[in-house]
């Protein structure tokens, strides 16, 4: 039988206004196809996936063209709507009728609407009322102060805009208005503090805190609003919406939440939830929408709530793995694209209206922040914090939109009303990443510290030490590289673990921000399942050996500026030595392999900006040994020296081990052979600047032949002193004349060894590693780290490169000083003093103290990027 043809729109007047009927054909669902002649966008299937298409693609280039003015993805979302919509395409009316016609409103709302309601069930899913239960005082009175004067406002402005001739009370217009003014949206907060890298500070927290509130009373407000905007019957069936709510919500919380947990317990801890349960608990969404429709609230209330008494743990990470990019990366544009096609910008007209509606975002604004700002004042937080906490409590998203949108469904709001109240969301989130970036500069603490590289550490003060991780595979080496490291009472460790987490698109990566794992709860999505098992780790090594204090944290940003934050801590926390792993892994054949290229762009950056010296730790597995008691470390390390700033550290760093009583240590140290032509340390440009595709300002640094290679001298001669008689340290000198030379005296090391500590050996050009960079595959790591770290190398020993820090001082001052600082028992990994001759200078040069005025001998540190360094 041959399809109907195209439905057909009638448009009828009723009481004076204009309502559509719109005829649908059953049968026109699928095409016969264009070769029997049928159109594919009269039938609905196809019109809707070229919809979806559009929507999609529209957004996700509009998330490109806002990116580099840090815009939240929800303004790309809802312009890409706006964009499609009446406003600005649908005015050719063409495009209209073929691409979003009358009659495929149906289909993309209810699509729209299931994506929605999923949405929300991700969202009460991943929020832990736990944490809202053990939030401080303040966070819950600044989401109230936040709350009453925009809704004061949004109260005030109703009166101007609504429409005498509307059935609707006043009353639920305030209400709808007041709660669109007010909400903050929890999940474009996230998002902005990220981009403004305020996360992790004190601000950070306190503004996510009150959105998180914020955002709950939204939904009490909400579900209210909806209850009460049944405008045609009494005041009773309201009534009855409210207790039939009331009642949905104990169904859930006795109900439901009991079955969930049986659910769980059923399942063996590590197992796989079988796909029975799954689809159950995604029928449930449906169902609680279903329910909660019925009784006259929103389906969406009934999908937040049943994701809301869903415990935490295992089953909701399953949950949000399998739905999250489906429904947040297809379905939910599709809503934000429904409200920008309810957007019509030229239903706004007359100056008037215009100027009242600039003056209702101005208002609103002030209105959250002068609350803020208040509170803040109450409880002594500085002016400024108020005011940036204020705004960036404005920030709008979807919550706004789902109260527009139920607003509008029910004739609370008309087009006009509709269009200014979104066209208020998007300017109040546009506007607060440029204005926070303007206005809040928080005070950089660059008091500018001495102690940056191991060498200059003294031998009896703490030795602080910032340890990132990427995964919980690297925590073991790095936890056996922290007890070798002999923390004792005399110089006990400060470690800072830092975790490194990519900021997604997702929502639920920024819920990690909520430290919940003190509370002993279960993790709520596999980030903070990681997290929790990193900082446990290494809290259990905490308590296990003694003198090593451990702080974990968090550090969320994208890749490209992750170097920020870790260089930003090291400062802020005056650590002297920084440990980043390897961009490889070891794989189970032996081989490396990449782990993600990024990792490796952001070592390379570390490495150029670092405030403290460096350590790239090539992991291949530090004597798997589990105990962690430090009877029980044993490593055989060897430290290869060739000369220069970086070899110094690396045996500095080495000097502080040796006094570990389980650890054996080898110091090889090359020298040029008769046969070696071109002297050490010939000034030239840093190799790694070439291959730094980047273009990351590695630093370079010009050294004096003769200062270098004296300090090496006195170097190796104190510490061979110190350990004369100490039968674990083993120190041997190998003659070579060229990089050849070097290679083969390397491959032919016994292969006993745990550990290599080399030098990156920046700005030194040896002869003794001349032409091995020339097919260096990571050049970050220097010649020799290269070549110990590629998959060739028969060894299965983990590989510690190190940079020393040579900022403005340069590296001879950081020697000299520590003539001043050290006791003069030589301490771990120092050069002892060295008695000055009468003249008042020792054999290595001159060096005067007077008051903080110091004469160096010569040495340049050239840095192409003047603002990196502090000191």
Known sequence: MAKQASPNVTNITTNGSDSSIVCYAPTMITTNGIWQGDNPLDYSLPLFILQLTLVVVTTRLLVLIFKPFRQPRVIAEIMGGVLLGPSVLGQYKPFADTIFPMRSVMVIETMANVGLLYFLFLVGLEMDIAVIRRMGKRAVIIAVAGMILPFAIGAAFSFLIHDRGQSMNQGTFILFLGVALSVTAFPVLARVLAELKLVNTELGRIALSSALVNDMCTWALLALAIALAENDSTSLASLYVILSSIAFVCFCIFVVRPAVCWIIRRTPEGESFSEFYICLILTGVMI????????????VFGAFVFGLVIPNGPLGVTLIEKLEDFVSGLLLPLFFAISGLRTNITTIQGVGTWGLLILVIFLACIGKIAGTVIVCLFYQMPIDEGFTLGLLMNTKGLVELIVLNVGKDQKVLDDEAFAIMVIVAVVMTGIITPIVTTVYKPARRSIPYKRRTIQR????????VLVCVHTPRNVPTMINLLEASYPTKRSPLCVYVLHLVELSGRASAMLIVHNTRKSGRPALNRTQAQSDHIINAFENYEQHAGCVSVQPLTAISPYSTMHEDICNLAEDKRVAFLIIPFHKQQTVDGGMEAMNPAFRTMNQNVLANAPCSVGILVDRGLNTSNRLTTNHVSHNIVVLFFGGPDDREALSYAWRMSEHPGISLTLIRF????????????????????????NSKILCVETDEGWEKQLDEKLIKEFRVQHMNDESIVYVEKVVNNGEETVAEVRAMDNVHDLFIVGRGQ????????GLTDWSECPELGAIGDLLASSDFATTASVLVVQQFVGDEGSVAHDHELDHDHNHDGGLGTPQPVALSPAGGDQFGSMHQNGNKRTQPPIRAHNSNPNVFSA
């Open 671 to 694: 020298i040029p052979g008769p046969d070696v032509a071109e002297p050490v340390g010939v000034v030239k440009p840093d190799l790694d600047a070439a291959n730094n595709n980047n």
């Open 288 to 299: 609680s929408g279903f329910v909660t429709d019925a009784i006259g609230t929103h389906s």
């Open 457 to 464: 550490s003294k031998p009896d003060a703490e030795l602080r």
């Open 763 to 770: 700005g030194m050009i040896s002869p003794l590693t001349a």
